[in-house]
């Protein structure tokens, strides 16, 4: 698949691996492979959607771009390069430490999954929002005040809920909240982990169109994690659907949600709910059995105990992702 565009991140062969510890005395017993050789660009400006059931993956994408991982598990193991192209060179940041890290958080920032347990409930809208300058800027006790109104006006909150704390908001307020906290230091990239998957469908309308008006302001760059793939194709340029650790098919987004090629993006799309009740649409594919677990993938193809077409040579080798009409898909028997 050919990127045109000025590339800001190119995550190459991306791979996580998070040990698993057994006995009394406790030894490493096996290893979880969250991420199996993970590869995307990101262009300025535009929003890549990465889709999949929970458990494929995503989050750990998100997280390992933005370098947390050790700090939540200083014995995971992250292989593989993000590169983050910055005005003045290209910078690692999988190779980059907890300090050196820290120069570059101002530029890439997340806005959470659950808007109720990621904001500080001990703290002020204001501090929550302001936290991020304290940190990352010089700024004066007055100038870092007026970023804060600034900010919530420009998520369509009030200057006056600065003084008030998270209980005292709505879900979506919340998530707003979170939006203007990761926009506090002016980023480049934003990943956003699931924002709107805790909000009910109105609320999500707005959330979504709120996060499209800043893109298009700002001339900010999203990684848009979800599992719903109607939600991504409403926002996303490109998408990127994931199974247990790897990408089974990327392309437009409007070519994928409109003739999905691998046989897990069409069970995906056969599961999104359609307002029509009289829309007649023949669902053949449907997802069925749990996703196995990533400790003890299945061999060859993961999705292959799932697949209606698969065939026995799919327990031999790993599809690797190959080019077709303008996307890529990890699928021999596509077609």
């Not at 390069?81 to 920032?109: F, W």
């Not at 300058?133 to 009030?158: F, G, N, Y």
């Not at 203007?180 to 469908?201: M, Q």
Request: hydrophobic share 40%; proline share 7%; with cysteine.
């Amino acid at each position: 698949m050919v990127i045109s565009g000025d590339v800001i991140l190119d995550v190459q062969d991306l791979r996580v691996r998070f040990p698993v510890f057994g006995g009394v005395i406790p030894r490493k017993k096996a290893e979880v492979r969250a991420v199996d050789g993970v590869s995307l660009a990101l262009v300025r400006g535009e929003t890549i959607g990465l889709v999949g059931e929970s458990g494929c993956g995503k989050t750990t994408v998100g997280r390992a771009i933005v370098n947390i991982l050790r700090a939540m598990n200083y014995q995971v193991e992250v292989e593989g390069r993000v590169l983050y192209h910055r005005p003045d060179g290209t910078v690692d940041l999988a190779a980059l430490g907890r300090r050196r890290m820290r120069r570059h958080r101002s530029d890439l920032q997340m806005v959470f999954q659950d808007p109720y347990s990621s904001l500080n409930p001990r703290m002020t809208v204001g501090a929550i929002v302001e936290e991020p300058l304290k940190i990352h800027t010089t700024q004066s006790k007055q100038e870092r005040r007026a970023r804060v109104e600034w900010l919530l006006d420009t998520v369509r909150l009030s200057p006056e809920h600065a003084t008030r704390y998270p209980h005292e908001f709505s879900g979506g307020q919340r998530q707003r909240i979170g939006i203007a906290r990761a926009l506090a230091t002016n980023p480049k990239i934003v990943i956003a982990d699931e924002p709107v998957s805790a909000l009910d469908v109105s609320i999500q309308a707005q959330v979504i169109n709120l996060m499209q008006d800043l893109q298009e302001e700002f001339g900010l760059s999203y990684l848009f994690i979800s599992h719903d793939l109607s939600v991504v194709r409403h926002i996303a340029n490109r998408i990127f659907v994931m199974y247990l650790g790897r990408i089974v098919e990327a392309g437009p987004a409007d070519e994928i949600y409109a003739r999905p090629a691998h046989p897990y993006s069409r069970m995906l799309l056969s599961a999104v709910p359609r307002p029509d009740p009289d829309l007649r649409r023949v669902r053949a594919a449907r997802l069925r059995d749990d996703v196995p677990t990533p400790l003890n993938k299945p061999s060859g193809c993961a999705f292959r105990t799932r697949c209606p077409i698969a065939r026995p040579d799919c327990a031999e080798r790993t599809p690797a992702l190959q080019a077709r009409s303008g996307r890529a898909v990890a699928c021999p028997y596509a077609d």
